[in-house]
T-cell receptor, first 108, second 114 residues
Framework: EDQVTQSPEALRLQEGESSSLNCSYT??????LFWYRQDPGKGPEFLFT???AGEEKEKERLKATLTKKESFLHITAPKPEDSATYLC?????????FGKGTKLSVKP | DSGVTQTPKHLITATGQRVTLRCSPR?????VYWYQQSLDQGLQFLIQ???????AKGNILERFSAQQFPDLHSELNLSSLELGDSALYFC?????????????FGEGSWLTVV
């Protein structure tokens, strides 16, 4: 069964304190691993898609990496505005299977 | 703004009732997806349409149905509503349905069943 597990469930950081979020997955035939950011009461906002092991993508303070079994979202020197829930998903045929997310809080 | 438009944004209705949620995909997108998000569950895939045809079904209850119209907008119909159906319902769209197609989400429709 295709599955996505994210850890930790919640993460509290001080402003400027770098860290990483983990996404472990099992899928029969990966057709893309997606990272989204979701603010409370809002729709998921697309961040990155990764397709093959070793691939990396960056956007501002965020960097996503992919191995054959997991993906990491590295946050460098986070700011309070980075506080959100970060969702990881894998593509199964046409649709996405999501993990439950990591809720990130960045305190000033 | 993702370009995916959902209406209504908020809806409160009674148990046993029926509601319709509407979605306009991004301009040019042929694929539409519906997801449900409740507090204790993550985003759960319900159903996907591509150019008017149903392409994939997830954990969609028999009380729920959807369709995609010739102008590509989609509707999700929820009937015989129960308290447990209270959730955020998201519509998403993508240009096609294969790998390489990013899926963009709307802002959701909050459904509260009382």
């Amino acid at each position: 069964e295709d599955q996505v597990t994210q850890s930790p469930e919640a993460l509290r950081l001080q402003e400027g304190e770098s860290s990483s979020l983990n996404c472990s997955y099992t899928v029969s035939g990966l057709r893309g691993l997606f990272w989204y950011r979701q603010d409370p009461g809002k729709g998921p906002e697309f961040l990155f898609t990764l397709y093959s092991a070793g691939e990396e993508k960056e956007k501002e303070r965020l960097k996503a990496t992919l191995t054959k079994k997991e993906s990491f979202l590295h946050i460098t020197a986070p700011k309070p505005e980075d506080s959100a829930t970060y969702l990881c998903a894998v593509r199964n045929q046409g649709n996405l299977i999501f993990g439950k997310g990591t809720k990130l809080s960045v305190k000033p | 703004d993702s370009g995916v438009t959902q209406t209504p944004k908020h809806l409160i209705t009674a148990t046993g009732q029926r509601v319709t949620l509407r979605c306009s995909p991004r301009s040019g997108d042929l694929s539409v997806y519906w997801y449900q998000q409740s507090l204790d569950q993550g985003l759960q895939f319900l159903i996907q349409y591509y150019n008017g045809e149903e392409r994939a079904k997830g954990n969609i209850l028999e009380r729920f149905s959807a369709q995609q119209f010739p102008d590509l907008h989609s509707e999700l119909n929820l009937s015989s509503l129960e308290l447990g159906d209270s959730a955020l319902y998201f519509c998403a769209s993508s240009p096609g349905q294969g790998a390489g197609n990013t899926i963009y989400f709307g802002e959701g429709s909050w459904l509260t069943v009382v």
